[in-house]
């Protein structure tokens, strides 16, 4: 727990003029949550949108995205799983503030647990939980909801602007333990042997440092992070992938069998099996998917050239 992060304080500045703008943007956000989660999505959708026409570069990327992940969509069925992004990008925005300020009772009726008896196997066995969580669009409220099962312990990043990042820090914090600075990997290892539920992000390109290219979807060279093995090896603990997922009535935290035996593979090997898992998990719900990020960015030097020229 000295590992925590310090939880920001309220300032009197954050009165002044300058946060006015933000002031707005919350009151705005804060109004429109509190309509049916079916008007709710309706906005979101709107939203995704505006946001497609205001960022057009990111609206390409996650088209492109679908098109090297899966080459056997057809033309039409990428544009279907596209639109459908764009309309689940947009709802993220409002996911956040519910996740945020939604009262306890509210995230509870709206949420679901599936596959809880995985993470209490791992625990019955003594071992802490490695949650290996995906980027999905509506992961900012499934994390304030999965305080409800079982209160995690998770990285963070500090937001630039002191007012978001106070908003930010004590909304993702409502229902969970603490959170730690994202640099402190020693901490994260700490709460794994101290058996706990903790969440990690394994799925995104984070640069040539410290990863290797291995398949991913439909594209053979993919950068992928070799500090998901580091935590697992390092540590007695389950690796359990975690996903969140829309549903008719709210949303489902999924969690999937543990994935025995990475930390005695090589590294390749470990990566190219978990890159499958997480593949398989994606497809289950493709359009919650966090495609607007350059998942392919980072390319071998024997092969630099860029998938999204």
């Known amino acids: 727990m000295a590992a925590a992060i310090k939880a920001p304080t309220f300032k ?58 899966n080459p056997s969509l057809s033309e039409a069925e990428v544009d279907t799983l596209f639109k459908e992004n764009i309309r689940r990008t947009g709802m ?12 306890s009772w509210r995230i509870k009726r709206a949420f679901e647990i599936e596959g809880a008896e995985h993470v209490e196997a791992a625990f019955a066995k003594g071992k802490g939980v490695f949650g290996m969580a995906l980027h999905n669009m509506n992961l900012e409220f499934a994390c304030r909801g999965i305080g409800f099962f079982h209160p995690s312990i998770a990285f963070y990043r500090k937001h630039n602007n002191p007012l978001v990042d106070y908003l930010q820090y004590h909304g993702r914090n409502r229902s969970n333990k603490y959170m730690i600075d994202k640099r402190n990997a020693k901490a994260l290892l700490a709460a794994l042997e101290d058996k706990e539920l903790c969440l990690y992000l394994p799925d995104q390109d984070y640069g040539p440092k410290q ?53 005695e593979m090589e590294d390749a090997e470990a990566l190219t099996r978990l890159n499958e898992h997480i593949d398989a998990a994606v497809k289950e719900q493709p359009e919650s998917y966090l495609w607007m990020h350059k998942r392919f960015k980072t390319r071998p030097t024997d092969n630099p050239a860029s998938l999204y020229d």
């Open 12 to 69: 009197l500045a954050f009165l002044g003029p300058k946060f006015w703008p933000v002031w707005l943007g919350v009151f705005i956000l804060y109004v429109i949550t509190w309509l049916p989660l079916p008007i709710i999505r309706r906005i979101g959708a709107g939203a995704g949108r505006l946001i497609a026409l205001i960022v057009p570069k990111r609206a390409r990327v996650a088209k492109r995205n679908l098109e090297l992940w």
């Open 92 to 103: 993220a925005l409002f996911e956040t503030a519910m996740g945020w300020w939604w009262p």
């Open 211 to 263: 990863s290797i290219f291995v398949p991913f979807g439909g594209v053979k060279e993919t950068a992928t992070t070799t500090a998901t093995l580091m935590f697992i090896r390092r540590s007695d603990c389950e690796p359990i992938l975690i996903t969140s997922q829309y549903t008719k009535r709210g949303y489902k935290l999924k969690f999937f069998p543990a994935l025995d035996g990475l930390g």
